[in-house]
């Protein structure tokens, strides 16, 4: 395993050799230590859990310190293990005393219901969020988003099945709320492929006139011309210019619920089409009160602005 320390402007490179950790079998596989049963009585596991409870320490110790990113990737360790049935992600987050959200972000899980009985997991010794260089999933969009460019990070090389794959390691980072939800919950698809979150839900101060007020969606930058999606099937409702939303579009689904797509550089569709989940509706531009390329986007239950990241779901 390889890790290269990165983040806020400055990169240090060096190898790193697991030998407790992994073996080499043949050119270009790794294996890891298998853990047969969560319970003391398998060694390897024993061994898993003193590795945690480790990390645990060291991250404690060095919770106030920055440019220590470096010195916890070398001591992460990786197990494997194969989940019984009626075993579940939350089941081993605490039989490992690891979040979830470790388990979730190494193996590539985009939601619970890809979590599988009787197929290998990789279990980290580490809390934390693993991200892919290559970023495939909504979920993993959203993960580096809001971490590349402001949290310090260590590049990591884990092989999968024999394939070295080049991950963005976070220690003892943990899911935000938006995160989590997103996760968790299977609603609507995300209006956008590509994005970055650069406001959320909730109170906030309006960078146009610098007063505190409610946010009543999320702010999902992108360039502009990038395609605008509808979240369901539904109606367009209503089309038009406002001078804070700019050019917008309000979608219903069904009685209760409506989507809103604010700052649109082109609307793609026309008043009281129907259209489908992931069909084309608009472009991301920067018109009405807007400070750049970004889709405003709200949900509303019964007339009733909610925080959409709680319903949200990754389309893969």
Known sequence: MSIRKLGKGYALAFFLFFLPVCYAQEAGTIDYPVITRLDSRDLSYRQYINDVENNRRLLFANRARSGTTAQT???????????????????????????????????????????????????????????PARAESELEMLLGAGRLSSQEYAEIKINITGISETYFFFPGADFSPTERAFFLNSGFRFPLRNYRLTSDYGIRESPISGNIIMHNGIDLAAPAGTEVLAVADGIVTEIGFDSVYGNYIIISHGERWTSLYGHLQKIETVLRSAVKSGNLIGRVGSTGQSTGPHLHFELHQDGRALNPGNHLRNAN
Request: glycine share 4%; aromatic share 10%.
């Open 73 to 131: 990737a070398e001591n992460l360790t990786i197990y494997q293990y194969t989940p019984s049935q009626g075993e579940d992600l939350l089941f081993l987050a605490a039989r490992c005393n690891v979040p979830y959200s470790a388990l979730a972000s190494l193996n590539r899980l985009n939601n619970p219901a890809s979590f599988q009985t009787l197929k290998p997991l990789l279990l980290p010794s580490c809390p934390g969020i693993f991200l």
